[in-house]
């Protein structure tokens, strides 16, 4: 009874050991596709880690990318994020109203506003943002 328990879970880890590497042989292949059209495979990589993630660590992982932006910034190693298109630059404010649209967010009359990467984000899917500070 021992010695067939064994050679099962043997027999069963030898079968999955080998369904692993055609998985793996079917990834490469996506990874190579992926290449050829033109996309960077260590970036396709974090995307597909970042849709691996449940929401929580998702946001978790977004608030970090927004603090390491503005310590970026902060160090003179990067601008300001870009903001999408259809904003205009200028004052910057503490809270969007949903309601409005990104125009309407901004007033011209400064120069540099820093808005984080979720703010931007939020703004241009028409969701309003928490944290536009100057």
Known sequence: MLNSSLKSFAERLVRLAAEKAEIKA????????????????????KVV???AM???KRAKARAQDD??????VAVGLADTPDLPTDLERGE????IEPEKNAAE???SGFEECHVSRATARAVAAGMGGPDIAS
């Open 67 to 72: 603090l390491f932006d503005s310590y970026m």
């Open 49 to 51: 880690k970042r849709l």
């Open 105 to 107: 967010a901004f007033t």
């Open 54 to 56: 449940d929401e929580a």
């Open 26 to 45: 079917m990834q490469d292949e996506v990874r190579d596709e992926a290449k050829a059209a033109g996309f960077d495979a260590a970036l396709l990589a």
């Open 92 to 95: 910057c404010i503490t809270e």
